[in-house]
T-cell receptor, first 115, second 111 residues
Framework: NAGVTQTPKFQVLKTGQSMTLQCAQD?????MSWYRQDPGMGLRLIHY???????DQGEVPNGYNVSRSTTEDFPLRLLSAAPSQTSVYFC??????????????FGSGTRLTVV | SQQGEEDPQALSIQEGENATMNCSYK?????LQWYRQNSGRGLVHLIL?????REKHSGRLRVTLDTSKKSSSLLITASRAADTASYFC???????????FGTGTRLQVFP
């Protein structure tokens, strides 16, 4: 089925470890983004990309890196995990531009616990 | 800081009643979107309203947008137990590519 695929669904890390959260979409969307969701905080934008080779920071970028080498993939890297990064991470994609007609398609999320 | 603030934070109603959620935002926007999130799941897009539109309908959903007051409302008519979820507004700011979410409204619909 077409959509946004996130892996893994669950992950436990030790403080200081690094890891990559994977995100792939098969809808040929230009725009992809990463959000984290914490209780009572809604979704906060970490990084986003408007196309291959183009990335930019969101509201809470510290401690995370991204790259966009292809249209389909947008991995999120945690450089040195901290307990404050315990959260649920969502990847989303969308067509973009002034003629946008529909919103974002979200993945099912990655639940990350840092101990 | 987050762009949108939803009001109320939580809402409990009986099946058949209407549910109204409000969203306020701070800067000029290209469009405003509403999403639903069932517990533990990803977000699902409900409706998008552009900055030059004032009202939009989709099934039992009605969205209004008042750019002069920087506010929007989502009305769900004839609520069902299956509408129980969290609802978020998100704004696409003018001259940026960012979509910023509010903190959400938790809706509980009792059978």
């Amino acid at each position: 089925n077409a959509g946004v695929t996130q892996t893994p669904k669950f992950q436990v890390l030790k403080t200081g470890q690094s890891m990559t959260l994977q995100c792939a979409q098969d809808m040929n969307h230009e725009y992809m983004s990463w959000y984290r969701q914490d209780p009572g905080m809604g979704l906060r934008l970490i990084h986003y990309s408007v196309g291959a080779g183009i990335t930019d920071q969101g509201e809470v970028p510290n401690g995370y890196n991204v790259s966009r080498s292809t249209t389909e993939d947008f991995p999120l890297r945690l450089l040195s995990a901290a307990p404050s990064q315990t959260s649920v991470y969502f990847c989303a994609s969308s067509g973009w531009g002034a003629d946008i007609k529909s919103g974002y398609t979200f993945g099912s999320g990655t639940r990350l616990t840092v101990v | 800081s987050q762009q949108g603030e939803e009001d109320p934070q939580a809402l409990s109603i009986q099946e058949g009643e209407n549910a109204t959620m409000n969203c306020s935002y701070k800067t000029s926007i290209n469009n405003l979107q509403w999403y639903r999130q069932n517990s533990g799941r990803g977000l699902v897009h409900l409706i998008l309203i552009r900055s030059n539109e004032r009202e939009k309908h989709s099934g039992r959903l009605r969205v209004t947008l008042d750019t002069s007051k920087k506010s929007s409302s989502l009305l769900i008519t004839a609520s069902r137990a299956a509408d129980t979820a969290s609802y978020f507004c998100a704004t696409a700011r003018t001259n940026t590519d960012k979509l910023i979410f509010g903190t959400g409204t938790r809706l509980q619909v009792f059978p």
